[in-house]
């Protein structure tokens, strides 16, 4: 999304989400986090709640998020569960489960610096067009650690709602090399194949034929996916372990092991070196003469 910046903001949980009749919706949970004056981190020095709230720096807003219960670590999901099962007030249940959880600190990137965070035809008309597969290519080729991952988001956009968790973008990554390198069937039978199409689609008489737009980062992954599965593209795994982006499509029926030259050359490099460091561990007596 244009002009966004994004940022990793600590948060903590501060009770059931409810309904406005005050009634629990569901199993989710509200997680509150600071947005500090131009985007500022404030000094977390302590992950307790209480003085998180009380250090937070001048014209600090506390905003809330929705985060699922089964987020939680094991044993606090298992005492919040007890919480909620007791049939208490719910002002004792939010409590108990802000005591639960006050030593259980998330952690979230959050976009700043635009209007809406969510995905709508109207927005998704305002900016230009971007490349989703080159975007997939630096998502394929992203190391997933927060610094890495706010510049990939700081220079493609929305992610799929207004704060996303690092897993998740770990997660879908893993997915996305599985779906490239797997029979499309698996892919097909996840829902991540049709993320939801709320964006704009048109159809046009010459290539591609058909549009789609979206301001949402993940879901034009998504889709980029779902396109070149459709079309038969068949994908590969680099033989180079470390190589950065090891997922590639093969454009011949030639049997690839190597995404590149390169990485082909570095790892013949690499067993020649290995090669020799093993020979002069030989004994003198037993190496192989030269010709």
Not at 8 to 15: F, N, Q, R, T, W
Request: charged share 30%.
């Amino acid at each position: 999304m244009k002009n966004t910046i994004w940022t990793d903001l600590s948060a903590y949980i501060a009770g059931v989400r409810r309904r406005e009749d005050g009634s629990f919706h569901g199993d989710d949970l509200i997680a509150e986090f600071v947005v500090p004056k131009a985007c500022e981190r404030s000094d977390e020095s302590s992950s307790a709640r209480e003085r998180w709230r009380r250090d937070l720096p001048p014209q600090s807003v506390i905003s809330s998020l929705t985060f699922p219960l089964e987020g939680l670590p094991e044993s606090e999901w298992d005492q919040c569960v007890e919480a909620l099962e007791s049939g208490d007030d719910p002002d004792e249940i939010d409590d108990r489960i802000r005591n639960i959880c006050c030593r259980f600190e998330l952690r979230f990137l959050v976009p700043f610096g635009s209007e809406s965070y969510v995905p709508t035809p109207e927005l998704a008309k305002q900016f230009p067009l971007a490349d989703a597969w080159e975007m997939r290519g630096d998502f394929l080729r992203l190391e997933c650690q927060y610094e890495s991952t706010i510049a990939f988001l700081r220079k493609w956009g929305e992610w799929d709602r207004g704060y996303v968790q690092l897993d998740e973008i770990r997660n879908l990554q893993k997915r996305i090399r599985v779906a490239l390198t797997s029979p499309a069937e698996s892919w097909f039978e996840d829902s991540l194949s049709v993320p939801g199409l709320s964006f704009p689609q048109k159809r046009i008489p010459h290539y591609p034929f058909f549009t789609i737009r979206t301001t949402s980062c993940k879901a034009a992954l998504c889709i980029t996916v779902t396109s070149d599965l459709l079309r038969g593209v068949k994908f590969g795994l680099c033989a180079r372990p470390d190589c950065p982006q090891p997922v590639f499509a093969r454009e011949s029926n030639h049997d690839r092991v190597f995404c590149s030259q390169y990485c082909g050359h570095l790892e013949s490099v690499r067993r020649n070196r290995a090669a020799k460091r093993r020979m002069k561990r030989l004994p003198k007596n037993i190496r192989p003469k030269r010709t």
